[in-house]
């Protein structure tokens, strides 16, 4: 159960610093991490990070930096010393971004690249001008990202068994999309049950509405770290 709770980061997608805080007070000894995504950052600032890090936990700071090289590579340098352990930049900013990031982030957060959102499926990829399936897609990102020296990579539950087979065992593999059985989809286009996605060989879990939305948040990621152990 302890090696499953560093597996686990629950999601704190909220909108203000005291929300977020109120969940992990009840979440207290369920996981080792808490994500800290775009609405919470952009409320809290990285007060927010420095308060988890305070009590204990590390972060999973998600901002999906996207931007031309020399941006994207000055924003991770900003953030180097905010305390996260991990970081998210988009795989799509191409191999010169990734570069970049990845040699701004030396002596910071270890940096993944977030390859095709969860919510995202082959009809949207066509959409934006990809016609290619999601796996397609998502191999040809992590195969980039880390040929480029980002350290791991954010996929869907339906491409970790595919992303692990090509990279091999060394990359971080960080899921969203993390749905147990019974529960509602909500956005997401591509999800999986925990176990399922551990055995198909993920790093780590992102869970977060089945969690925080729960009436018992407690007792819903108790419910899912049994399914991990």
Excluded at 21 to 32: A, I, P, S, T, Y
Excluded at 155 to 164: G, H, I, K, L
Aim: glycine share 10%; aromatic share 2%.
């Amino acid at each position: 159960m302890q090696t499953a709770r560093d597996r686990l980061i629950v999601a704190l997608d909220f909108p203000s610093q005291s929300l977020a805080l109120d969940h992990v007070d009840r979440l207290e000894g369920c996981c080792g991490w808490f994500k800290v995504g775009l609405e919470l950052y952009l409320a809290a600032g990285p007060n927010v990070v420095e308060a988890l890090t305070t009590r204990g936990y590390q972060v999973f700071l998600d901002l999906k930096l996207h931007d031309i090289p020399n941006t994207v590579a000055g924003a991770v340098r900003s953030l180097a010393g905010c305390g996260a352990s991990l970081l998210t930049v988009h795989a799509a900013g191409g191999q010169a971004m990734l570069q970049a990031a990845a040699q701004a982030a030396v002596g910071g957060p270890r940096l993944l690249a977030v390859s095709v959102l969860t919510s995202m499926d082959a009809g949207q990829l066509a959409g934006i001008g990809v016609n290619a399936t999601p796996r397609e897609q998502v191999l040809r990102l992590a195969e980039l990202a880390i040929s480029s020296g980002i350290s791991g990579v954010v996929c869907s539950p339906e491409e970790v068994s595919a992303v692990r087979g090509s990279l091999g065992s060394a990359p971080l593999l960080v899921v969203p999309g993390i749905r147990p059985a019974g529960s509602v989809a909500d956005d997401q286009r591509r999800v999986g049950s925990p176990a399922e996605t551990l055995a198909a060989g993920a790093s780590m879990l992102v869970v977060g509405r089945p969690i925080t939305q729960a009436q018992n948040p407690r007792a819903a990621a108790m419910a899912i770290l049994e399914q991990m152990a």
